[in-house]
């Protein structure tokens, strides 16, 4: 799903990203132990390193058709070359190579947002629904790997360091802002009445700015992406516990399931883990 011709002709970019080199993932979802639909949608092209998990809200149905469709519609136009033409207004940002993976994952949220919205104006029973996003897209280059992170909402990316876990990504919440003023402690929020409550989200408007960062890669990092089902009912310290003592990453996607049920399984969980070798 490439972007619609402008007036003026688009530029090219000048080499594509290289594939990701020794990249193994898992991913495990579940409804949790309260709801009986799964809202949640995880997806992957291991091959181009591209990686989402999304989290949808909505009435009825409406939450399973937003998270699908800002999932599918990422992962198509992320899986794009880089050397697809970019649009005129895009193209002063552009400075190198190394923007190539910044423009790609701009697009692909952008058409994860589009599809969305637009069903919704389409359908009134689908009116306000939406979801959150997070992704990798993992990149090598001569300078060596990175994994670049886009996220709208409350799911987030984790990256797991010489066994400990730190967030890659900023949540777009109320109690995040909150604490970020001082007004709250990390250990209030998690008690707030208002802390399932986000302040962007994928699909409920014409356009959403998402989060882009670059984020260095090392051999033996595990990158993880996870709704907030997951992190509602663990604590980071849990979390990498789990995934330090899991042999494998099926088994490790497969333990932080069974942990956020056994606390609770309040949401839907969904956990998407990636590797560099």
């Keep these: 799903m490439a972007d619609a011709a402008t007036e003026n002709t688009p530029q090219s970019l000048a080499s594509p990203s290289a594939p990701p080199v020794g990249v193994r ?41 937003a998270s699908k469709l800002a999932a599918d519609a990422f992962l198509e136009t992320a899986s794009l070359s880089t050397t697809e033409p970019v649009p005129l207004e895009d193209a002063a940002t552009v400075t190198s190579t190394a923007d190539c993976p910044k423009i790609q994952l701009e697009r692909a949220v952008a058409a994860a947002n589009r599809a ?14 939406g979801t959150t996003l997070v992704a990798a897209l993992i990149h090598s280059s001569g300078a060596g790997c990175s994994a670049w992170t886009a996220n709208v909402g409350d799911s987030r990316c984790y990256l797991l360091r010489d066994k400990l876990l730190r967030q890659l990504t900023s949540d777009h919440s109320v109690v995040e802002e909150q604490i970020r003023a001082g007004i ?19 699909g409920t408007q014409s356009e959403v700015a998402a989060d882009i960062r670059e984020h260095p890669l090392r051999s033996g990092d595990i990158l993880l992406l996870a709704s907030d089902g997951l992190t509602r009912e663990l604590h980071d310290e849990d979390i990498a516990s789990i995934l330090v003592l899991s042999s494998s990453l099926d ?7 069974q942990a956020a049920n056994a606390h609770g399984g309040r949401d839907n969980i969904t956990v998407l883990l990636i590797a560099r070798d």
């Design 25 to 65: 993932f898992a991913m495990s979802s579940h409804p949790g132990r309260i709801r009986s639909d799964n809202q949640d949608a995880c997806a992957a092209a291991p091959g181009r390193g591209i990686f989402v998990v999304c989290d949808g809200m909505g009435g009825a149905a409406a939450g399973e058709i």
């Design 116 to 129: 969305v919205y637009q069903r919704s104006e389409r359908y009134r029973a689908l009116r306000g629904m």
């Design 184 to 202: 709250l402690s990390r250990e209030q929020a998690e008690f707030s009445p208002v802390r399932n409550v986000i302040t962007r989200a994928v």
């Design 251 to 257: 088994a490790g996607s497969k333990a932080l399931v």
